[in-house]
């Protein structure tokens, strides 16, 4: 499985959009690459999901290269309420039922400020 | 969005006794069944996958003598830590996967042994 490189802190504030990038040089054809959310003593939340270019939902955005080898979370407009750890993940996504083994790094902790 | 349960949500027990921790897909069947492990501050452990109706398959490094995994139905897993000692404690979390490719969180057991 491809190994994720994430900062490991991040600061902002109220108002201003969050930008969280990730490498996974080893990503493989048929990995997709997922973001998740965490709060403390929760489970992760999935914030989104993307294979390649442009991915956007309710929540956030994901920004994918060409190449695959990174990929960027974008969140608009953080709050206070957004302070958590971010997990980038890349695994297989494909539908079809095959096991989708996702293996955690040490995430990034955004910490938003008032 | 699909809804993971656990219960208990936290649970203390005497050293050497046994502790179940039950994780339920509430609105979707789940194919395959995930258990996790975070201590405090670290990212999370995946420990074992199961699918419904066969044997777990665990991680290097996870006793499955002593996590005994069981996922009897597309709704239900099982996680049951025998022979607990004090350094089992930690965050146990489960994940589920039906038809989609992401996997949904369980809210997390908070495990303590005394």
């Known amino acids: 499985l491809a190994k994720t490189t994430q900062p490991i802190s991040m600061d902002s504030y109220e108002g201003q959009e969050v930008n969280i990038t990730c490498s996974h040089n080893n990503i493989a054809t048929n990995d997709y690459i997922t973001w998740y959310q965490q709060f403390p003593s929760q489970g992760p939340r999935f914030i989104i999901q993307g294979y390649k270019t442009k991915v956007t939902n309710e929540v956030a955005s994901l920004f994918i290269p060409a190449d695959r080898k990174s990929s960027t979370l974008s969140l608009p407009r953080v709050s206070l309420s957004d302070t958590a750890v971010y997990y980038c993940?890349?695994?297989?996504?494909?539908?079809?039922?095959?096991?989708?083994?996702?293996?955690f790094g040490t995430g990034t902790l955004l910490a938003v400020q008032p | 969005g699909a809804v993971v349960s656990q219960h208990p949500s936290r649970v203390i027990c005497k050293s050497g006794t046994s502790v179940k921790i039950e994780c339920r897909s509430l609105?979707?069947?789940?194919?395959?069944m995930f258990w996790y492990r975070q201590f405090p501050k670290k990212s999370l452990m995946l420990m074992a996958t199961?699918?419904?109706?066969?044997?777990?398959?665990?991680e290097q490094g996870v006793e499955k003598d002593k996590f005994l995994i069981n996922h009897a139905s597309l709704t239900l897993s099982t996680l049951t830590v025998t022979s607990a000692h004090p350094e089992d404690s930690s965050f146990y979390i489960c994940?589920?996967?039906?038809?989609?490719?992401?996997?949904?969180f369980g809210p997390g057991t908070r495990l303590t042994v005394t």
């Open positions: 993940l890349v695994g297989e996504g494909n539908y079809g039922g095959a096991t989708n083994k996702l293996i």
């Open positions: 994940s589920a996967r039906g038809t989609f490719p992401e996997q949904y």
């Open positions: 199961s699918n419904e109706g066969s044997k777990a398959t665990y």
């Open positions: 609105d979707f069947q789940a194919t395959t």
